[in-house]
T-cell receptor, first 113, second 114 residues
Framework: ELKVEQNPLFLSMQEGKNYTIYCNYS?????LYWYRQDPGKSLESLFV?????AVKQEGRLMASLDTKARLSTLHITAAVHDLSATYFC?????????????FGQGTILTVHP | DGGITQSPKYLFRKEGQNVTLSCEQN?????MYWYRQDPGQGLRLIYY???????QKGDIAEGYSVSREKKESFPLTVTSAQKNPTAFYLC?????????????FGEGSRLTVL
């Protein structure tokens, strides 16, 4: 059974600082996804990581995937208040279950002045 | 604009009642999904459908039912057998096959049992 764990679960950052959210998964998965959720809202796709060594960047966020270590990271550079949200990683078991995702618990990020 | 529409946004139910949550998409996606989110937790898969007239149970299907009579629509019924139905319900869709994992979500339906 695929399990996905994120840490930290809560992250309070000062504006301008850097930090990394970690996402570990328990069994082989050939792709990893990151989503953002604002309070009371739905989820928005941030990154799709399809292979070992994949790195994607959008603004102050950069995601990477190491399938050998079963680890993905979401790095935040020079945080700003607008990045405050809950971030989820999700992995799939591959094969015919491509669309069946297992989500991590989410990391609640708060950026303050 | 293409997207996923869920309704209602808020729903109150008395114990013992069945309720149906609507999900419609105009993205021409083959696959559709229902997830449940409880406060402070990740999403858990209830049901999914990869093609019309076919669907599979997810991790927490007990007390729920679905149908997929049209490509655009994937309604979820929360039955009285669901012991703890108060939650935020999210419908999603994706293309099928290798690109299927990137999900596009609706705005969600918040169900409260009184």
């Amino acid at each position: 059974e695929l399990k996905v764990e994120q840490n930290p679960l809560f992250l309070s950052m000062q504006e301008g600082k850097n930090y990394t959210i970690y996402c570990n998964y328990s069994t082989t998965s050939d792709r990893l996804y990151w989503y953002r959720q604002d309070p009371g809202k739905s989820l928005e796709s941030l990154f799709v990581l399809l292979s070992n060594g994949a790195v994607k960047q959008e603004g102050r966020l950069m995601a990477s995937l190491d399938t050998k270590a079963r680890l993905s990271t979401l790095h935040i550079t020079a945080a700003v208040h607008d990045l405050s949200a809950t971030y989820f990683c999700a992995a799939n078991a591959g094969g015919t279950s491509y669309g069946k995702l297992t989500f991590g618990q989410g990391t609640i990020l708060t950026v303050h002045p | 604009d293409g997207g996923i529409t869920q309704s209602p946004k808020y729903l109150f139910r008395k114990e013992g009642q069945n309720v149906t949550l609507s999900c419609e998409q105009n993205l021409n996606h083959d696959a559709m999904y229902w997830y449940r989110q409880d406060p402070g937790q990740g999403l858990r898969l209830i049901y999914y459908s990869q093609i019309v007239n076919d669907f599979q149970k997810g991790d927490i299907a007990e007390g729920y039912s679905v149908s997929r009579e049209k490509k655009e629509s994937f309604p979820l019924t929360v039955t009285s057998a669901q012991k703890n139905p108060t939650a935020f319900y999210l419908c999603a869709s994706s293309i099928s096959g290798e690109g299927a994992g990137e999900l596009f979500f609706g705005e969600g339906s918040r169900l409260t049992v009184l």
